[in-house]
């Protein structure tokens, strides 16, 4: 557990004096109202209700302001980076990062280079994921998610309910207010508008986070459209709406990845995308929330190069550390990883939601060296981090206070500024011992209270 602060000793002499009937009365609401996170498992759809913790997450003003800091400082120098990559070069000219390892990046799409998007925006809604190391108490960034990063809405969902439930909290305790991160979205959205409306472009229902695609729609004042809703004409994007009328579309905010975008340039098979949508991009006749391509710094094997794209775009020492990383694609980092994989967590580069990660400390002998033979024979796919021992959380699991292990998602907003959600998503492992917290992989989450 983190140092307990005055804050977290407050927390916990309220908490001992609430009836603990309250709990079940979360869940009944989340039930209620269906916030939930679809799985696919096994090949199988299933709906279910997104695992809530009642015990917060506390982050002292302290913290929060270095996190701050650092992340505002990260995103503007991925964001100089995508646009740099798609046109000038230059930090590929001067040698920063190997020109071949960034073409061999999944997310990396050609024919886009040349382009710039409204404003040079590219990273408009950015999801970072940190981690507290219970070694060095201080926060460490895992991942970068630039292309859908979701969640956000669950904590602005419950927030409501928790003051309503608990409002002791609330009057004793002086916590950040979370209501402007929809305010940050739609700002971002009219800075790069093109002209027209604004919406919100979903796959629908049985998509796993369709509850937040619906949510954050109505707090942003944004149409939630589908791909039969939307039409292109003269390469311009419309809504068609509810008589039949075209509404010129100015701004998408997408939750759907880039290769069903659009059937005509990408997947042709895709039944969720807008026939014409790239080309009205392309056309710089509407704005797309977050802007096509950004999965190349998504790439985990280019998360190595961003505190390096902070010094060389920015001339200033990165404020947050990656975790550890070696990169099996240089000849040295290959035989550190090799000598060392039964204490490293190896993760190939373009799988997310916790997918594609191997810990070497469960890992058999004859396990390794198998995984040895496929990183030889493609070292480009996969990357290898040391273990960083994250604290755990306090949870409430079958009606006792357990230890999980958590972490945090932060949100970045870009727009005509940089702005970071004084809240977050904080997940956490519903079995203890696991390092795997994503709400993919089934984890829970609980709210984050950031401290005045």
Known sequence: MEKSTESHEKFWEI???QDRKKIDEFQRYMDKFAINFNLYKDGNFIERSLPFDVIPRIISKEDFSKIEKGLIQRVTALNMFLEDLYTDEKIINDGIIPREF???AKGYLEKFKGFSPSKK??????GIDLVKDSVNDEWVILEDNLRVPSGSSYPLSIRDTYRKIYPDFFETMKIKPIKQYPKYIADAMNYVNCGGINIVLSPGRFNAAYYEHSYLADKIGAELVRAHELKVVDKKLYFKNYNGKLVR???VYRRLDDDFLDPTFFNPESLIGVPGLVEAYLSKNVAIMNGIGNGVADDKGIYYFVPKMIKYYLGEEPILQNAPTYLPYFKEDMEYVFNNMEKLVIKDVAEAGGYGVLFGHTMTATQIADLKLIIKADPRRF???ELIEFYDEKCYIDGKLQDRKADFRAYVVMGEDVKV???????????AGNYLVNSSQGGGFKDTWIME
């Open 15 to 17: 908490f001992s004096k």
């Open 383 to 385: 990357i290898a981090q």
């Open 121 to 126: 925006i590219r990273t408009h809604i950015n």
């Open 102 to 104: 960034v073409l061999q």
């Open 421 to 431: 959600w004084e809240c977050g998503l904080t997940r956490y492992a519903l079995e």
């Open 249 to 251: 579309v100015g701004a």
